[in-house]
T-cell receptor, first 109, second 116 residues
Framework: DAKTTQPPSMDCAEGRAANLPCNHS???????VYWYRQIHSQGPQYIIH???NNETNEMASLIITEDRKSSTLILPHATLRDTAVYYC??????????FGTGTRLQVFP | DAGVTQSPTHLIKTRGQQVTLRCSPI?????VSWYQQVLGQGPQFIFQ???????GRGNFPDRFSARQFPNYSSELNVNALLLGDSALYLC???????????????FGNGTRLTVT
């Protein structure tokens, strides 16, 4: 079973920051938090991952709380093309990812 | 750079038939994984191969099998197809595979299999 809890859906206005929360209260010390997104009819797209420290790349920022029990993915300036299902994953084993049901983000004009 | 490529993109088969799906990883990636995504659900892990050896297996029946070739490409085979095998089959590649959880998986766009 997935070790994460995400809201089923969220809305965001175009140009605003989208903040997607994720709870992972049972995470262990050596388990990474990964974020993927899936646009309709495409494969999941890797966004970002982290262990303890906050991470930033060209797509997004990942904020992990100090106790590591929750995290937030931030898309700084959402566009219509960011409409997708966003998956937060705690990588328990190196050989696989366990996907939950994700958050359906709808960006509106 | 080319991403993960899968073929065919779409496939229609009849119950009881066999199917082979193909995957080419990103250049330099030695690990290939297979996932099944049923409509409305997240992807589910089927297999992982690293350096041509199976390194992980999900909760799927023996009708599902896979292999990895010396060039790191991979095939997924499904025998005796059932209606419930209708799904999007995703292939993902990564540099390190089962050795490191710090190596992201990169997915292809999948093969849409319909069993009638």
């Amino acid at each position: 079973d997935a070790k994460t809890t995400q809201p089923p859906s969220m809305d965001c206005a175009e140009g605003r920051a989208a903040n997607l929360p994720c709870n992972h209260s049972t995470i262990s010390g050596n388990e990474y938090v990964y974020w993927y997104r899936q646009i309709h009819s495409q494969g999941p797209q890797y966004i970002i991952h982290g262990l303890k420290n906050n991470e930033t790349n060209e797509m997004a920022s990942l904020i992990i709380t100090e106790d590591r029990k929750s995290s937030t993915l931030i898309l700084p300036h959402a566009t219509l093309r960011d409409t997708a299902v966003y998956y937060c994953i705690v990588r328990v084993r190196a050989d696989k990812l366990i996907f939950g049901t994700g958050t359906r983000l709808q960006v509106f004009p | 750079d080319a991403g993960v490529t899968q073929s065919p993109t779409h496939l229609i088969k009849t119950r009881g038939q066999q199917v082979t799906l193909r995957c080419s990883p990103i250049s330099g990636h030695k690990s290939v994984s297979w996932y099944q995504q049923v409509l409305g659900q997240g992807p589910q892990f089927i297999f992982q191969y690293y350096e041509k050896e199976e390194r992980g297996r999900g909760n799927f029946p023996d009708r599902f099998s896979a292999r990895q070739f010396p060039n790191y490409s991979s095939e997924l085979n499904v025998n005796a197809l059932l209606l419930g095998d209708s799904a999007l089959y995703l292939c993902a590649s990564s540099l390190e595979g089962a050795r490191r959880a710090n190596s992201p998986l990169h997915f292809g766009n999948g093969t849409r299999l319909t069993v009638t």
